[in-house]
Every structure is written in C-alpha cells, then in structure tokens.
C-alpha cells in the first residue's frame, strides 16, 4: 500500500509562484511515477506532469516551461514548482503515485489563482 500526502497549495496573484509537495509513504520501493493532475470546477481530472523513478519527465502543454516537477528520493517527495502563474491554473491538484498495477491518489490541494 502507498499513502500519498499532498499540500502546497493557495492563494496566489497572477505572475505569482507556489510549490506543490508530495510525500509517499509505505510500499514506496514499488513506486514507478509519481506526477500530479489537476482538476477545475466543470472539467474533467487532467494530467499536469509526471517524473518516473528512472527521472524521465513529461508536462503537459500547457505548463510550456513555467512549472518544474522534481523528485526527491531520500525523502520520498515529489515536487511541483509553479511559476508565472496564471487564472486558468486555479483548480485542485491531486498529487498521483503508479505502483505496479494501482494507482493511488493524494487529497488535493486547491490553488486559487486571482487576477
């Protein structure tokens, strides 16, 4: 089993820059890809990036360099450095973990971008 907590998240003015953290726990040696997808009022769950346990990296278009996924192995933590941060950002981000088969899932964590 894989126990994710995710967090980070807030209210930010456009232009503006907040950093996601994810925290596995558990049967963490299994982990395959750790990434985050968010989701806005009204639309469907969409993935934002992912980083494999290999460090092979793949954003969404569009992130088009302003957000940055990183992993860090000792602490078992994933990150997401979002910068320039714009309105159409604002939804919750659930923090997601592959492990073998399954699929395991953060809280979220809203991030409210204002104008």
């Known amino acids: 089993q894989v126990q994710l907590v995710d967090g980070g998240g807030g209210l930010v003015q456009a232009g503006g820059s907040l950093r996601l953290s994810c925290a596995a726990s558990?049967?963490?040696?299994?982990?395959?890809?750790m990434g985050w997808y968010r989701q806005a009022p009204g639309k469907q769950r969409e993935l934002v990036a992912d980083?494999?346990?290999?460090?092979?990296?793949n954003y969404a278009d569009f992130v088009k360099g302003r957000f940055t996924i990183s992993r860090d192995n000792l602490k078992n933590t994933v990150y997401l450095q979002m910068n320039s941060l714009k309105p159409e950002d604002t939804a919750v981000y659930y923090c997601?973990?592959?492990?073998?088969?399954?699929?395991?899932w953060g809280q979220g964590t809203q991030v409210t971008v204002s104008s």
């Open positions: 997601n973990a592959l492990r073998g088969n399954w699929i395991h």
């Open positions: 558990g049967s963490i040696f299994s982990i395959n890809r």
């Open positions: 980083i494999t346990s290999d460090g092979i990296i």
